[in-house]
């Protein structure tokens, strides 16, 4: 029997050749910023593998298009948290995180902005948080233009440079690399509850 998750995988692959898929991974980047669960990231791995020498090309949209919903992320915490904000945070069973977040911003600000950007740590609570505790605006977006645009061009960049071998070792190793994948998750969220 098929692994589900494999079946998932290849279903997200299968975006890279539809029309639309572009809008797809752009609209997933935005929305994953400021209040959707789920991050770009294997879509563009998907695009990336699917057409390596526009690998570089993917990476820019979807990191402009993360910064732009990071910044409606921003404007739900400063301007919308009541309504909108806490909401969020209450539908995800995000407030523990939230509360470590302002306790994180107190010292490293912009620090926090920059692990967040780039980390399975979820990045909408980074967002809400640092409008809704009036965190220096100008230094938000340089944080987030800094870390998400370090993710997405590194898988980028990696896709470049070996899309079919990497595309040949995850078909491989889909299992293993799941698994490892779940354990990075839970362990991001640990850092969360626990060391932040």
Do not use: H, Q
Not at 168 to 177: M, V
Request: aromatic content about 22%; proline content about 6%.
């Amino acid at each position: 029997m098929k692994n589900p998750l494999k079946s998932l995988y290849d279903w997200v692959l299968s975006w890279a050749e539809k029309p639309g898929g572009e809008a797809a991974l752009y609209s997933l980047a935005f929305a994953e910023a400021s209040f959707f669960p789920i991050p770009p990231d294997p879509l563009l791995i998907a695009f990336c593998l699917s057409k390596p020498d526009r690998s570089l090309n993917f990476a820019l949209f979807t990191t402009i298009f993360s910064v732009i919903g990071g910044m409606f992320g921003y404007l739900i915490g400063f301007a919308l948290f009541e309504i909108v904000g806490k909401p969020i945070l209450n539908f995800y069973n995000y407030w523990d995180a939230y509360n470590n977040v302002k306790s994180m911003f107190d010292t490293y600000g912009f620090i926090a902005v920059l692990i967040a950007g780039f980390t399975p740590i979820p990045y909408k609570v980074f967002t809400i948080a640092s409008g809704s505790l009036y965190f220096n605006f100008p230094l938000f977006v340089l944080a987030s233009i800094i870390s998400r645009g370090a993710r997405f061009f590194l898988v980028s960049i990696i896709m470049f440079f070996f899309g079919k071998p990497a595309k040949e070792f995850i078909d491989k190793y889909f299992d293993w690399l799941s698994l490892a994948f779940v354990v990075l998750l839970i362990a991001g969220f640990l850092v969360i509850k626990y060391a932040l």
